[in-house]
């Protein structure tokens, strides 16, 4: 049964190392040029890229944290796997259950900051000025909001990892008593 579940890990990390690549992809890619007239004759351009929202800044830096982290952790539960001793002691799976814990939590937050980030985007604050930037990038919103989709499903994989790793530290926890 206990293999099932380390097996059961491999996949989910591995699973979190693609996802997180497919958002990178998806975030980093992101780009849109358009042209607008001021006066008449006079054609400013702008291209939007993910560095122009901070909040999307952030999430890529998150997000490339979260796939080296999950690499090397499918690296560490591959050998384990194979009977190497990478993960028995307690104190190494206590370890290893925080860093999940505070892998899901860094995620979830950089998340939500690009979500509300992105409504801004997409519904404007008139009581601040801004404006729906979304209507004139749609392509590039679009774009943002399948990157923001992935990211969540990023986040959740990761919190389902942390539970699994709750879970195999805490039957071994019970072991050792």
């Known amino acids: 049964?206990?293999?099932?579940?380390?097996?059961?890990?491999?996949?989910?990390?591995?699973?979190?190392?693609?996802?997180?690549?497919a958002a990178l992809a998806l975030i980093v890619s992101d780009k849109e040029a358009k042209g607008f007239n001021?006066?008449?004759g006079v054609v400013v351009y702008h291209k939007a890229t993910f560095t122009d929202l901070n909040a999307l800044r952030v999430s890529v830096i998150v997000i490339g944290?979260?796939?080296?982290?999950?690499?090397?952790?499918?690296?560490?539960?591959?050998?384990?796997?194979?009977?190497?001793?990478?993960?028995?002691a307690l104190?190494?799976?206590?370890?290893?259950?925080?860093?999940?814990?505070?892998m899901s939590y860094l995620l979830l937050s950089s998340?939500?900051?690009t979500a509300e980030a992105s409504y801004l985007s997409e519904q404007a604050n008139t009581h601040l000025?801004?404006?729906k930037v979304c209507n004139f990038f749609r392509a590039f919103c679009y774009q943002m909001g399948a990157g923001l989709v992935v990211e969540f499903i990023l986040t959740m994989e990761l919190?389902?990892?942390?539970?699994?790793?709750?879970?195999?530290?805490f039957r071994r926890k019970a072991a050792a008593e």
């Open 65 to 88: 944290i979260a796939a080296g982290y999950s690499c090397l952790q499918s690296i560490r539960c591959v050998l384990g796997l194979f009977n190497y001793n990478t993960s028995k």
């Open 38 to 40: 001021i006066f008449p």
């Open 129 to 131: 000025g801004w404006g």
């Open 91 to 102: 104190p190494i799976c206590w370890c290893f259950f925080l860093l999940d814990q505070a």
């Open 159 to 169: 919190a389902a990892t942390a539970v699994l790793s709750a879970y195999l530290l």
């Open 111 to 113: 998340a939500a900051a």
């Open 1 to 21: 049964m206990g293999r099932n579940f380390e097996k059961t890990q491999v996949s989910l990390r591995f699973v979190a190392v693609l996802t997180a690549v």
